[in-house]
């Protein structure tokens, strides 16, 4: 793409975030453009003096060719809105990366992800219902996703990769400043087949702690839904529910000890109405991926009213959200929504978590899952 290197520009730009990165494109037409214009312009649609003066240095001392070059060679990928495969579920959010630098694969299968998430002062209970819970995700072909921190995190990824699962990490730095540096042999693992890790940071950023929160909106972006294990009170996990609530993520929490501080965020977000969860069942039922051990074919069922066709036409195996089925056919969300609960009885769609649906073909479900018969299956 002739215009990744300016994607490659604006990133490496402190102060232009994805809102400035949108005006320039709504103004200019690509960032191409955006890159060339002059300071009165770039003032005119907003770009403030400290974020302009910045970039007005960048761009005199930056050369953005030996600068893609240098990714290129750290075997680093890069990808930005406009390409395709830039994932759905993490373009729906609020200030979505414009760009996101990883190594190793991000593949169509990973739109089916759950979040594990916790604290790094992990208990052994919480190590094992980890492993436990996410044997079970594994085992259903489901991508874990976490942010490689010790603790919880590291267990995560951990056992996805020695069960033969896929996993995501997401960093809060550059791809080369892996934090902590003993992760860093995971983290490799994870990129041979099994993964990949991924920031919006470009090479050489330290792992800063104002760079984790925003690292958080991420990890809940990329997932249906968020599993937090163990955490207290004030733990950066629940930064990740947060967020979650805000994309409209479903939100799940591991019950513990009432006199242990490693539980007391899981059980205040119980309390608070995230999904309590004692197996992967539990998830599995949540978001609707509990059905392929038992499922029969599907029969092809035909549109019927102008309803159904409506729906039934913007509907794919890309996960669609009520509100986005309701704008883009000019239904009401509350006929929309009947309208996919006929449509779900008759096998036509499927619901798969936060009010997001997918078609159902001929031969099943497309996010073909294997459920497990009992809870001692997933350890």
């Not at 087949?193 to 909106?217: C, D, H, M, T, W």
């Not at 950066?236 to 591991?254: S, W």
């Not at 073909?361 to 899952?369: A, F, K, L």
Request: proline share 4%.
């Amino acid at each position: 793409m002739s215009d990744l290197k300016y994607w490659l520009g604006f990133n490496l730009v402190k102060g232009i975030g994805p809102a400035k990165v949108q005006a320039l494109l709504d103004y200019y037409g690509s960032l191409a453009n955006a890159w060339q214009a002059n300071e009165f312009e770039l003032q005119k649609i907003g770009i403030d003096q400290r974020a302009l003066k910045t970039f007005l240095k960048t761009r005199q001392e930056i050369d953005l060719d030996v600068a893609l070059e240098r990714v290129q060679r750290a075997g680093v990928s890069l990808l930005t809105w406009e390409m395709g495969s830039y994932p759905n579920y993490l373009r729906e959010i609020p200030n979505p990366p414009p760009l996101l630098y990883y190594q190793g694969e991000i593949l169509e299968q990973d739109r089916w992800a759950v979040a594990v998430v916790g604290t790094r002062r992990l208990t052994a209970y919480g190590r094992q219902v980890t492993r436990d819970l996410v044997a079970g995700l594994v085992q259903n072909n489901i991508t874990v996703v976490s942010g490689l921190a010790r603790g919880i995190d590291a267990i995560a990824h951990k056992t996805a990769v020695e069960l033969g699962g896929r996993t995501l990490a997401v960093l809060g730095s550059g791809l080369d400043c892996i934090y902590p540096a003993d992760n860093r042999t995971l983290a490799q693992e994870m990129t041979q087949g099994q993964g990949a890790i991924i920031s919006e940071y470009g090479l050489g950023v330290q792992p800063e702690a104002k760079n984790f929160p925003p690292r958080n909106r991420i990890i809940s972006g990329l997932s249906l839904g968020v599993i937090i294990i163990e955490a207290g009170l004030r733990s950066g996990a629940l930064i990740t529910t947060n967020f979650a609530l805000e994309q409209n993520r479903e939100i799940f929490a591991v019950p513990g000890n009432i006199t242990s501080p490693a539980s007391q965020g899981p059980n205040k977000l119980i309390q608070e109405g995230a999904k309590l969860v004692t197996k992967i069942e539990d998830v599995l039922e949540e978001l609707n991926l509990h059905m392929v051990a038992e499922r029969t074919a599907v029969q092809l069922v035909l549109p019927e009213t102008a309803e159904e066709i409506a729906l039934y036409s913007q509907l794919s195996g890309q996960p669609l959200h009520i509100d986005e089925l309701s704008r883009a056919t000019g239904l009401p969300s509350a006929l929309v929504s009947s309208t996919l609960t006929l449509m779900e009885l008759k096998g036509m769609v499927q619901q798969v978590g936060g009010m997001n649906y997918v078609l159902l073909r001929e031969d099943g479900p497309i996010y073909n899952t294997i459920t497990t018969t009992e809870s001692e299956d997933a350890q």
